[in-house]
């Protein structure tokens, strides 16, 4: 299986603060990830997709990039809607794995 | 609107079976993979498998870790997507999210299975 190492597992933020989750994939991906916001009590959102897309309804304080075999989710300019935990998944290879997720806090 | 709404999760013994149903709506449900997903209490999702949409033959692909046990099946007459899931244990606890796609792209709000004595 691919593994998704997702960091940091937990932060806090000051509101307008930029912030950088990245989740390294065991092997090639080929930009084959997305990113999951999820509140309390209610099902993950889908933000980003093939790596850099923005999904439908996301603010573009949100985007996504690459780097070799490491993938990030940046937040510009943080608000407090924004707080979470945030989850990459690869779907290049079956089965699909998660990252371990993200908590974002407000500082 | 896309909707998904799960039904069917519950308390069950250990060793027993439980079937769980997604209705779609809102979109043109053969033409989409499908998906199950998993999420114990206080972790990280876990992808159980996909089946996939008409001009793919309904073909499905499943986690190792639940390949045997559970199956995903489903009724294009009706929209419902299914999990049956036999020997359940007690790590199989989790909240069942239907998603819409073969990386999800829309999840239901999820239905508890929760196996315990």
């Known amino acids: 299986d691919i593994q998704m190492t997702q960091s940091p597992s937990s932060i806090s933020v000051s509101l307008g603060d930029r912030f950088t989750i990245t989740c390294r994939a065991s092997?090639?991906?080929?930009?084959?990830l997305s990113w999951y916001q999820q509140k309390p009590e209610k099902s993950p959102k889908l933000m980003i997709y093939r790596a850099t897309n923005l999904e439908d309804g996301v603010p573009s304080r949100f985007s996504g990039s690459r780097s070799g075999s490491d993938y990030s989710l940046t937040i510009n300019s943080l608000e407090s809607e924004d707080t979470g935990i945030y989850f990459c998944?690869?779907?290049?290879?079956?089965?699909?794995?998660f990252g371990a997720g993200t908590k974002l806090e407000l500082k | 609107e896309v909707k998904l709404l799960e039904s069917g999760g519950g308390l069950v013994q250990p060793g027993g079976s439980l079937r769980l149903s997604c209705a779609a709506s809102g979109f043109t449900f053969t033409d989409f993979y499908m998906s199950w997903i998993r999420q114990p209490p206080g972790k990280a999702p876990e992808w159980l498998g996909v089946i996939r949409n008409k001009a793919n033959g309904y073909t499905t692909e499943y986690n190792p870790s639940v390949k045997g046990r559970f199956t995903i099946s489903r009724d294009n007459t009706q929209n419902i997507l299914y999990l049956q899931m036999n020997t359940l244990r007690a790590e199989d606890t989790a909240i069942y999210y239907c998603?819409?796609?073969?990386?999800?792209?829309?999840w239901g709000q999820g239905t508890l299975v929760t196996v315990s004595s």
């Open positions: 998603a819409r796609g073969g990386y999800p792209s829309y």
């Open positions: 998944l690869q779907h290049k290879q079956y089965p699909y794995t």
């Open positions: 092997q090639d991906i080929g930009n084959y």
